[in-house]
């Protein structure tokens, strides 16, 4: 279980990484085009379509599991985080299972979109024909690890022992 936890956890720190420059990605491209607009009245031909497709995705789900890790997430908590004994650990237990549960969903789903349009040469037509299975496989990638770690987190020993 050491090493399965050692590689979900570089392979989490490699796609926050992608994430956040994704996001570098985005403020350079949106500044720029910004900058050449008003200077050069040029703008950035690919900067909205490079954005929506690939780099908003890649933002929006690349670091979700590095940011569950390291208890960066939102979350709404409607009941008290620790309970005592057995009874708590069933509780904790779920409430890692369930959202695990709806992204393994959301995986499946949309990894069959994102294969489905690999398979089907799907385009979105722009300034660049830009190839959109590429830019959906970005959402199961991101989300399927995140249930990686939610799976990880569940079921490791010692993991979820009341304090």
């Given at each position: 279980?050491?090493?399965f ?20 990605a ?16 040029r ?45 708590g650990?069933?509780?904790?237990k ?18 069959k ?48 022992e009341?304090?």
């Amino acid at each position: 279980m050491k090493v399965f936890e050692k590689i979900l956890t570089k392979l989490e720190d490699i796609l926050h990484l992608g994430g956040c420059l994704g996001l570098i990605a985005v403020a350079v491209l949106i500044n720029g085009d910004i900058l050449l607009r008003l200077f050069f009245n040029r703008p950035v031909q690919i900067q909205f379509e490079l954005t929506e497709l690939f780099l908003m995705p890649a933002v929006a789900t690349l670091s979700l599991s590095r940011v569950f890790r390291d208890g960066g997430h939102l979350a709404l908590d409607f009941m008290p985080d620790r309970w005592p004994g057995g009874l708590g650990r069933v509780i904790a237990k779920i409430r890692l299972l369930l959202p695990a549960a709806f992204f393994a969903a959301l995986t499946w789903m949309s990894g069959k979109f994102a294969l489905k349009a690999i398979a089907h040469g799907e385009i979105e037509y722009g300034v660049i024909d830009w190839p959109l299975g590429w830019a959906y496989a970005l959402i199961p990638l991101g989300c399927g690890v995140l249930v990686l770690r939610l799976l990880h987190d569940a079921l490791r020993e010692g993991a979820l022992e009341q304090t």
